[in-house]
């Protein structure tokens, strides 16, 4: 897990987030979010800090999860993760 962590965490810093942020927070995030949801694409909105919102674009199939786009909205601009890319 720790090598999805990263990878979340590398992706999110190559959108030039200018933030502190931790791979295995947002995965957590998302997985909470996502719990007794039926398949199906969502749009699931987080707010991490007091001023910035997190937008998560994920699929729910059976077993697993796919988070296709992420976007972060800060004072310092938006920042937006192609998972998909």
Do not use: H, W
């Not at 800090?49 to 998560?56: G, N, P, S």
């Amino acid at each position: 897990m720790n090598e999805l962590y990263q990878m979340i965490e590398e992706k999110i810093k190559a959108s030039g987030y200018p933030r502190q942020i931790s791979g295995a927070d947002v995965y957590s995030d998302i997985c909470d979010q996502i719990e007794d949801k039926e398949n199906g694409t969502y749009v699931l909105l987080s707010k991490f800090d007091e001023d910035v919102v997190f937008e998560y674009t994920v699929t729910i199939m059976e077993e697993e999860f796919n988070l296709g786009l992420m976007t972060m909205r800060t004072p310092e601009g938006v920042f937006t993760v192609d998972f998909d890319a």
